[in-house]
C-alpha cells in the first residue's frame, strides 16, 4: 500500500500535452545528504565535513549531484505522470553546485509522443535552479 498521506498523481497519457508544466521547491537539509551518503556509500569530505570542503575553496558541503537528479524520479513517480510510470533513461548536466540549505526549484515540461506499440513521454528541459535563478542541473 501507499505511504500514508503521500499523493501520487494519476494522470494519463491525454492528460501529458505538449508544454504541460509542473514545478516543485525543495531545500536541501543536512539530514538528506546524511541519509543520502547512507544510502550511496558516497561519504567524500567535500559532501560531509564542512572544514573539509571549505579548506578546497567551496562555500560549504556540496550536494552530491544524484540526490539533486533523484528529485526527477519524484516528479515521475509521484507527479507527472505519478501512478504506473517509472524513469526510463535521463541525460544530465550539472551547471553548478548546491549547498547544504539551497532551495532548489524543480520545473519540467513534459513532451507527449507516441510508438506503434506502446505510449512514453520525454519530460524534456527538466531544470533546478537555485532561488537565486542559478542553474544547477539540465536534464535534456
Known amino acids: ?13 491525454d492528460d ?10 525543495e531545500v536541501i537539509t543536512e539530514k538528506m545528504v546524511d541519509k543520502f ?6 561519504y567524500n569530505g ?3 565535513v564542512e572544514e573539509f570542503a571549505r579548506k578546497r575553496d567551496f562555500n560549504g558541503r556540496v550536494v552530491h549531484g544524484v540526490l539533486l537528479t533523484s528529485l526527477l524520479s519524484r516528479l515521475v513517480g509521484m507527479h507527472l505522470p505519478g501512478e504506473n510510470a ?21 520545473y519540467h515540461r513534459g513532451i507527449k509522443y507516441y510508438d506503434k506499440d506502446y505510449m512514453e513521454y520525454d519530460l524534456h528541459k527538466n531544470v533546478q535552479r537555485l532561488l537565486d535563478d542559478q542553474k544547477v542541473i539540465e536534464s535534456i
Open 46 to 48: 567535500l559532501h560531509m
Open 37 to 42: 551518503a547512507e544510502l550511496s556509500g558516497d
Open 86 to 106: 517509472f524513469l526510463l533513461s535521463m541525460n544530465t548536466q550539472f551547471a553548478a553546485l548546491a549547498y547544504l540549505g539551497g532551495r532548489i526549484i524543480s
Open 16 to 25: 501529458i500535452v505538449e508544454g504541460k508544466n509542473f514545478s516543485f521547491e
Open 1 to 13: 500500500m501507499f505511504p500514508a498521506g503521500k499523493n501520487i498523481a494519476k494522470l494519463n497519457i
